[in-house]
C-alpha cells in the first residue's frame, strides 16, 4: 500500500488550475499561435494538458489501493458465482 500524505497537493492542484482557467487576460489578444491557433485557445489546450497530467499526479499518490485489494479478496466467492435464477428459484420454493 502506497503512503498517503496530506490533500494538501490536491488542493493546491485544484485551486492553481481553478485560478488559471480563468483567462481575462487573453480575450483581446489577436496573437496566433503557430500562426493559425488563437492564443485563448493554445492557452485552454494548455490547462487541459495540466489537469490530465495533475489529476494524474493526484490519482497515482491518492488511489486507495486498499479498497481493491478489500473487494476482490471476498470470501465467498460462491455467492458471485451463483446463477441468480436458480438463487431466486430456490427462494420462492
Known amino acids: 500500500m502506497k503512503q498517503r500524505s496530506s490533500l ?3 488542493v493546491v492542484i485544484s485551486m492553481v488550475l481553478l485560478v ?3 483567462d ?3 480575450w483581446t489578444n489577436p496573437t496566433l499561435v503557430f500562426g493559425f491557433l488563437p492564443i485563448g485557445l493554445f492557452w ?3 490547462i487541459s494538458l495540466a489537469a490530465v497530467l ?3 499526479v493526484v490519482t497515482h499518490f491518492y488511489w486507495p ?3 481493491e485489494q478489500f473487494a476482490s479478496n471476498t ?4 455467492s458471485l458465482e451463483a446463477d441468480p435464477q436458480e ?3 430456490e427462494s420462492h420454493r
Open 87 to 89: 438463487t431466486n428459484k
Open 8 to 10: 494538501v497537493p490536491v
Open 75 to 78: 470470501d465467498d466467492k460462491s
Open 54 to 56: 495533475g489529476w494524474a
Open 20 to 22: 488559471l482557467h480563468q
Open 65 to 67: 489501493f486498499d479498497s
Open 24 to 26: 481575462y487576460w487573453l
Open 44 to 46: 485552454h489546450l494548455c
